[in-house]
């Protein structure tokens, strides 16, 4: 009998264990193939910790938070020369 090469689960080598009986063989267990992982699980543990995060941010004046953001950016084209 020339070397061959069987490939596939253990149940399909199996039903070739008549064709084998009295010979050496060698077996070699594959890896397994990587399986793949959607988003949502891949990254459920930042979103678990996200979730449980919303609610504890301090609050802020929206009204001066706007203000201090304009103000700033005036400043910005100001200095570069732009008159509002």
Same mark, same amino acid.
């Given at each position: 009998?020339?070397?061959?090469?069987?490939?596939?689960?253990?149940?399909?080598?199996?039903?070739?264990?008549?064709?084998?009986?009295?010979?050496?063989?060698?077996?070699?267990?594959?890896?397994?193939?990587?399986?793949?992982? =959607? @988003?949502? $699980?891949?990254?459920?543990?930042?979103?678990?910790?996200?979730? *449980?995060? +919303?609610? =504890? @941010?301090? $609050?802020?004046?929206?009204?001066?938070?706007?203000?201090?953001? *304009?103000? +700033?950016?005036?400043?910005?084209?100001?200095?570069?020369?732009?008159?509002?």
């Amino acid at each position: 009998m020339k070397q061959r090469t069987l490939e596939g689960i253990w149940e399909e080598i199996v039903l070739q264990g008549g064709e084998l009986v009295g010979r050496r063989v060698r077996v070699t267990v594959l890896d397994e193939p990587v399986s793949r992982v =959607t @988003l949502d $699980k891949a990254l459920a543990h930042l979103i678990s910790s996200a979730e *449980s995060l +919303s609610g =504890t @941010l301090p $609050k802020i004046d929206s009204s001066n938070a706007t203000d201090t953001w *304009s103000d +700033s950016v005036d400043e910005k084209y100001r200095h570069q020369g732009f008159k509002f």
